[in-house]
């Protein structure tokens, strides 16, 4: 599975970006996909996550201000940022969750994309 993440820009605080995030290749496979960030001397986190079925995850930082969708026949995922603030600023990678059974046995690959940068001016 490749993965390739746009959208990312500078924008002042309380504005809006919309993060796109492609797949291609085994995309029959996926099984979820989601955004994490990367601020500056900080550790990756969790933004947000869709499953296939539809349920989604939010960091609590974010709720109320971002969402995540997914356009099944575009094998695309989208992260729409409302309202950001200068915390908001990283660098947001996409990834997608595939599981694979064999012999009864399930394994979770994770695949990531590369990074877009998001810069929130205050």
């Known amino acids: 599975v490749q993965l390739q993440a746009s959208g990312g820009g500078l924008v002042q605080a309380g504005g809006s970006l919309r993060l796109s995030c492609a797949s291609s290749?085994?995309?029959?496979?996926?099984?979820?996909m989601g955004w994490y960030r990367q601020a500056p001397g900080k550790q990756r986190e969790l933004v947000a996550n869709i499953l296939n079925g539809g349920s989604t995850t939010y960091a609590d930082s974010v709720k109320g201000r971002f969402t995540i969708s997914r356009d099944n026949a575009k094998n695309t995922v989208y992260l729409q940022m409302n309202s950001l603030k200068s915390e908001d600023t990283a660098v947001y990678y996409c990834?997608?969750?595939?599981?694979?059974?064999?012999?009864?046995?399930?394994?979770?690959?994770?695949?990531w994309g590369q990074g877009t940068l998001v810069t929130v001016s205050s």
């Open positions: 990834n997608a969750q595939l599981t694979l059974t064999t012999t009864g046995i399930s394994t979770t690959y994770i695949y």
């Open positions: 290749g085994s995309t029959s496979s996926i099984t979820g």
